[in-house]
């Protein structure tokens, strides 16, 4: 159990702002154990936007505290993972090939394609958001920020890292296995469940096979993920299941 809470902590100092890890010693081998645990830190997010909303809903409009929500969430993962979105979009844009490509996403410099791709990602799960009947908006608060973590436990799970030079996100990528993406998809199994019964499983099957197309796309064009892969994932899977629910009710 302790072990599985000093996890939980390496997850949570990766995913988010949070100093709570400074006392832990981290190896490779911890960092891959803990992105199992990655889905139940964007529980814990999710939790935070709703306690959030709760607090503020009889005080502000509506639209303006969904803004405020995203930015919530913005903040408390230091843009993690939409710096990464801007990165693939350049380089999946502009690159002819595999190689291009992967130079063009470790410019740390931001492209036309990259600003618009993450423009219209924000814009999507903005509206997405706002539309959501209030009876469903405390379950995709909590359910969408999983999600989206749980993505990249698929997507380092299920492929490898393509730059030969190594990176942040590689350690994950060689680290993680089978049991970490087994836990992490219990873990999101059990929210859609209790968030959206069994409309829940629906909404699971649908955004597996988002992330599986995800996966054939990202194979396919470079080989495999990196780092910003990973990130974007997590960015699209969240727009994805604010527009699945959305559909569904």
Same mark, same amino acid.
């Given at each position: 159990?302790?072990?599985? %809470?000093?996890?939980?902590?390496?997850?949570?100092?990766?995913?988010?702002?949070?100093?709570?890890?400074?006392?832990?010693?981290?190896?490779?081998? +911890? *960092?891959?154990?803990?992105?199992?645990?990655?889905?139940?830190?964007?529980?814990? #997010?999710? *939790?935070?936007?709703?306690?959030?909303? %709760?607090?503020?809903?009889?005080?502000?409009? +509506?639209?303006? *505290?969904?803004?405020? *929500?995203?930015?919530?969430?913005?903040?408390? =993962?230091?843009?993690?993972?939409?710096?990464?979105?801007?990165?693939?979009?350049?380089? #999946?844009?502009?690159?002819?090939?595999?190689?291009?490509?992967? +130079?063009?996403?470790?410019?740390?410099?931001?492209?036309?394609?990259?600003?618009?791709?993450?423009?219209?990602?924000?814009?999507?799960?903005?509206?997405?958001?706002?539309?959501?009947?209030?009876?469903?908006?405390?379950?995709? #608060?909590?359910?969408?920020?999983?999600?989206?973590? %749980?993505?990249?436990?698929?997507?380092?799970?299920?492929?490898?890292?393509?730059?030969? $030079?190594?990176?942040?996100?590689?350690?994950?990528?060689?680290?993680?296995?089978?049991?970490?993406?087994?836990?992490?998809?219990? =873990?999101?199994?059990?929210?859609? @469940?209790?968030?959206?019964?069994?409309?829940?499983?629906?909404?699971?099957?649908?955004? @597996?096979?988002?992330?599986?197309?995800? #996966?054939?796309?990202?194979?396919?064009?470079?080989?495999?993920? =990196?780092?910003?892969?990973?990130?974007?994932?997590?960015?699209?899977? $969240?727009?994805?299941?604010?527009?699945?629910?959305?559909?569904?009710?």
């Amino acid at each position: 159990m302790r072990k599985s %809470w000093e996890d939980f902590r390496v997850a949570c100092a990766f995913l988010t702002v949070f100093p709570v890890a400074g006392s832990l010693s981290i190896d490779d081998q +911890r *960092l891959g154990r803990s992105m199992g645990l990655f889905p139940a830190v964007g529980l814990a #997010l999710g *939790l935070l936007l709703v306690v959030c909303n %709760w607090l503020l809903a009889p005080l502000l409009p +509506r639209a303006v *505290l969904d803004c405020l *929500l995203l930015l919530l969430l913005i903040l408390a =993962t230091g843009a993690l993972h939409l710096d990464g979105i801007a990165d693939m979009i350049d380089g #999946l844009a502009g690159g002819r090939d595999r190689e291009s490509s992967l +130079r063009i996403m470790k410019d740390s410099r931001v492209g036309a394609m990259g600003v618009v791709g993450l423009v219209m990602v924000l814009l999507l799960k903005y509206l997405s958001l706002y539309h959501l009947p209030l009876a469903q908006k405390a379950g995709a #608060l909590i359910f969408m920020p999983a999600a989206g973590r %749980w993505c990249q436990v698929f997507l380092a799970s299920c492929s490898s890292y393509v730059r030969n $030079e190594g990176g942040t996100g590689s350690v994950f990528v060689d680290q993680v296995g089978r049991a970490e993406l087994l836990l992490g998809s219990l =873990t999101l199994l059990l929210a859609g @469940l209790v968030l959206f019964s069994y409309q829940g499983l629906l909404l699971l099957v649908l955004v @597996l096979v988002f992330a599986a197309l995800l #996966l054939h796309y990202f194979e396919r064009r470079i080989g495999g993920v =990196t780092g910003d892969i990973l990130g974007a994932g997590t960015e699209f899977v $969240e727009v994805f299941s604010l527009l699945a629910i959305l559909a569904l009710y």
